[in-house]
């Protein structure tokens, strides 16, 4: 039994593959030379099957047969050649092989990875070869900073399966991989790549994905760190997803194995930017990125994705049509991201560069999404088709919808909206425009005209600006007014020359609005006089109205005022209504008539916080000019005017609820107000100066104790 014992163990020892670990060697170059050759190598013995081997600092090793080794260590300075022939790693037994380059691995033979663990690969130097996988894949460690040229990809044939293992992991913080090739996995086998929060892998080329072959078998790409691959991303069916919880950089496009089958999966804080298609429809897949992650169950808010192509891009649909979470347009050609269903954002919409293209689909922008970037006629929202830009209101408040039009030349002329009152239940406001003059004008006109809407926004009240640009001009500028053409002609303010912008203040409905010259114009009613108490400076002039960065309109403009005029049997009759009609500093207000508008009426001048006047008789509306003054009290109807300490009669201010009546009614908003530190242009500043405070308050005091109402006929 002594002598049958040890026997016995070396045969367990060489049956399990431990004689190959007790005798495995590792073996440091000498010199340059073959690999085979036995004087290349220190102590003169090439190395053997499973040996480590290690190319020392300035030799060159040449391949001179196919080989198989453990590990593979190429120091700093030292090259390492394959030749035409295979070097395999291969350890069946304990550990993992480590193939660690400092320094440069050529050949036009591959390196083959270990088949039955994973291949530990560490080292900064360049490897000029492909690697294979025949069975596990690879672990990218935090000391890599590796350069490969070349493909990493699986063995075809003589792959072993790998079904369940991750063909390419980076699993520790601070790992780097380049990869001058493509990543390219067989697609019978569900395999995953895997990067963590703090590494970076970068494939200068396409990564196939292509999953297994049955239900559920899906290949998965799990990236929390930076993936930036220059080409392809194809994901394959069955189940087939992408998590991206960091940032991940596709040169090309993103392509799928068809709707339910592939997933792409935005989690919260990621980033993705595509330069090419996400998901075209001969290469389908979901896009999720709102929500709840189908795969971590969390909330994936907030997120972005980039599109940010150098040739045109189709806005992708998320699945089931969700929202987007953030969007980026960052594309540089002409024809920019186009829309080819209704899309919905619900956090930023970043207008970085090039154009955002409606076309015949809706842009949604719910209440809480914004507008970033610099909006321009390099960067914008081209609306010109029967697509609408939608913004969601929940309540009063403003937006500026960045669009413009791009037929010919690229032209920015965005349209502002400021609700100052209002109901909004499942509110949306919208906007397109069209790069033509409204049907119809003629003189002088624009070649723009702009279509607003809304939905679920009732009892309005509303400050519209439009911006158009020189060239849209036809005929004399100054000659031209803000119109709404449809669905009735509606007449507002004179166009600002200077910045190319029209303007309609206090609008309680929409239509199409453009701008164009009063033609067959009839009489202009010219009114002097028209003095302001709470506006009033001194010597028959009043101050502008301020808002909150300076003058509201402008530093010529006092306010804005309505003109009505009142059929001279009834009163209550209005004939005609002219709103936001601008009043001059002097109290001079000029009204173009309609060429049929002869005949005798009232003229009453209602403001935003004074009593409704009216003129003491009806005035006669004969020849082309009309003209008419309150400054004298037997003008006014009833004298209901208050003289000023220099002379002037004025209309009676703070009148703040509209009610007819200077009371306690008008006392609480300005109150309120008060309270609140409020300022701007506000219908509660009396006085106009931009703030309510105690100077509001001692207007409407000294009226309502003198018991000032309106005097109506």
Known sequence: MKKILPFTLVLLFLSSGFFKILYAATVTSAQSGYFSVSSTWVGGTAPAYGDNIIIATGHTVTLDAAATVMSITIQEGATFDNGSFKLSMDNSTVGNPVYSNNGTHNGSGNLVAYNSGNTMVTGNGTTNCNIEIAGYGLNIMNSCNLTVNGNIQHSVPGNFGMNGKEFLACWQIGSNLTINGDIITDEQYMVGIVIVAGSTVTVNGNVSLAGGLNSGSGSTLTNNGTFNISGTLTLGPYSGYCQNGGMLIIGGDLLGGGPGETFFQQEVNST?????????DAFNGELITSGSSLISGAPVEPNIVEYNGFSEQFLKMPSSGIPYSSLVINNSSSSGVVLNSNITIIGELALNNGLLITGSYDLILESDATIGGTPSAASMIVATGSGKLKKGFTSSGSFTFPVGDNDGSADYSPVALIFTSGSFSQAYAAVNLIANAY??????????YWNVTAEGITDFSCNAQFDYVQADVTGIENDIFCYRVAPTSNQFDPANTSSHQLSAAAISSFGSFTGKQILNAGPILILNQVLLQGLYDAGGIMRPAMGQNGPFFSDQIADDITIELHNPQNYSIIEQSFGSIFLNLNGTAIVPLPIEFIGEYYITIKHRNSIETASASPVAFI????????????MVYGNNLVQSSDGYFLIYGGDVNHDGVVDTGDVTPVDNDQFNFATGYLTADVNGDG????????????NQFNFIGAALP
């Open 272 to 280: 993705l930017k595509v330069a090419g298609s996400i998901f075209p």
């Open 439 to 448: 049907p119809g004008t003629s003189g002088s006109y624009l070649n723009r």
């Open 623 to 634: 020849g082309n000019t009309i003209t008419f003054s309150f400054g004298t009290p037997s």
């Open 691 to 702: 703030i309510v405070d105690t100077g509001d308050v001692t207007i409407i005091d000294n």
